[in-house]
Structures are given as structure tokens and as C-alpha cells.
T-cell receptor
Framework: SAVISQKPSRDICQRGTSLTIQCQVDSQVTMMFWYRQQPGQSLTLIATANQGSEATYESGFVIDKFPISRPNLTFSTLTVSNMSPEDSSIYLC????????????FGPGTRLTVL | AQKITQTQPGMFVQEKEAVTLDCTYDTSDQSYGLFWYKQPSSGEMIFLIYQGSYDEQNATEGRYSLNFQKARKSANLVISASQLGDSAMYFCAMKRAAGNKLTFGGGTRVLVKP
């Protein structure tokens, strides 16, 4: 299975600021995914990031608020822009394992609190 | 649209006993995959078990087994011989054959009592 790391693991930020979350994988992967998990809720897909193309955003998520970069096959960043307390969540990146069925492996998550 | 329903928000289970976590899904697709993940309080998502819609046998992985009833559209997770370390949130998820998106259920919190 892929080993995925995320930075930072947690952060406390002021409203109106932006935070960039990094996701690093120990092997080359085609697809990376960013999820949000609001307190007490399930996971919701924000966007899919393929190397060399623009990220594909899910309904309710826009590039201006959650810009994503995917400069190579092992790395991606998600920026949470102009934050408000409603952005307080766990943000998780995941990768397609390449196994049949589409299994995704997840990073450890970034726990964000916005004051 | 796909929908995953986990009707049990929380469950207590005695250590060493088995527990069944319910998951029902709604899809018109014939080909899809079903997954269970465990999320401890640390927040990481740990893959437990996978069942393909065309798999004839129920999936098993150690103490985890999946009771797959395709006609009823259910994919219940059975954890045998519960351990204290099994205390966590458990999420059922589905992926269509076409596309890459995982759709998650609302989760079930399991607390194992000594």
C-alpha cells in the first residue's frame, strides 16, 4: 500500500487567512483526491487532481476557495482560502491504489481549526 | 446519484464479542465496489475490506467479514472477537465502476467495553 504524508497535521488559523496543505506519496500515482470531513460528519470529496491537468471539483466546491496544485505524480497541495470558522474540518488526501475496484488509500489528515 | 446509509450512529459491544455494522446502498449501476474504512480518534482512514458487486463470495480479512446481499443492496461489516482497539468510527463507502469518486455513508461509532 502507498505511504501518504500530510503537512501540517493540524493548525489553528485566523479567519480571512489562507492555509496550504501538502500531500506527499511514496510512489507515483495517477489520481489524487482531496476530501473534507466537517466535525461529526462523513467525508465529502472536494476535488480530484490529476498530474498535468486542472483539478475536477465536486458540486459545491470552487477553485477560488480551494485551489489545488498537482506538479508531479507524488505531490499535491490544497489551499483553503479566505477561511471562516465553517472551514474548520479535517482535510484528507487520498490516492488511487491502482487495485481493481478503485481502492483509495488515505493520508493521516490535517485537522484545521479556524477562529 | 449513489447513496450510502448507515442507520446505527453508535454501538456498544463487549470485548471478545462480535458486532455487525449495517450498510445499505442505493445505485442503479450493475458494477460497483463496496469498501469499509475505520477511523480512529486520530483521524486517519484505515482500509478494512472490499467487496466487488460481481464477487460471488463474501469478502473476509482476518477478523473482518462482509455480509454482502446484493438483492437487498446491503453490505454489512462483521467484526469478530472485538478488541479495545476496535473502538472507532466505521464508514461504508461505494465506488461506481465508471468514475473515481468514493461516496461515504454517515458512519457508525463503535465503543468496545472491557
Amino acid at each position: 500500500s502507498a505511504v501518504i504524508s500530510q503537512k501540517p497535521s493540524r493548525d489553528i488559523c485566523q479567519r480571512g487567512t489562507s492555509l496550504t496543505i501538502q500531500c506527499q506519496v511514496d510512489s507515483q500515482v495517477t489520481m489524487m483526491f482531496w476530501y473534507r470531513q466537517q466535525p461529526g460528519q462523513s467525508l465529502t470529496l472536494i476535488a480530484t487532481a490529476n498530474q498535468g491537468s486542472e483539478a475536477t471539483y465536486e458540486s459545491g466546491f470552487v477553485i477560488d476557495k480551494f485551489p489545488i496544485s498537482r506538479p508531479n505524480l507524488t505531490f499535491s497541495t490544497l489551499t483553503v482560502s479566505n477561511m471562516s470558522p465553517e472551514d474548520s474540518s479535517i482535510y484528507l488526501c487520498s490516492v488511487d491504489s491502482g487495485a481493481s475496484g478503485g481502492l483509495q488509500y488515505f493520508g493521516p489528515g490535517t485537522r484545521l481549526t479556524v477562529l | 446519484a449513489q447513496k450510502i446509509t448507515q442507520t446505527q450512529p453508535g454501538m456498544f459491544v463487549q470485548e471478545k464479542e462480535a458486532v455487525t455494522l449495517d450498510c445499505t446502498y442505493d445505485t442503479s449501476d450493475q458494477s460497483y465496489g463496496l469498501f469499509w474504512y475505520k477511523q480512529p480518534s486520530s483521524g486517519e482512514m484505515i482500509f478494512l475490506i472490499y467487496q466487488g458487486s460481481y464477487d460471488e463470495q463474501n469478502a473476509t480479512e482476518g477478523r473482518y467479514s462482509l455480509n454482502f446481499q446484493k438483492a437487498r443492496k446491503s453490505a454489512n461489516l462483521v467484526i469478530s472477537a472485538s478488541q479495545l482497539g476496535d473502538s472507532a468510527m466505521y464508514f461504508c463507502a461505494m465506488k461506481r465502476a465508471a468514475g473515481n469518486k468514493l461516496t461515504f455513508g454517515g458512519g457508525t461509532r463503535v465503543l468496545v467495553k472491557p
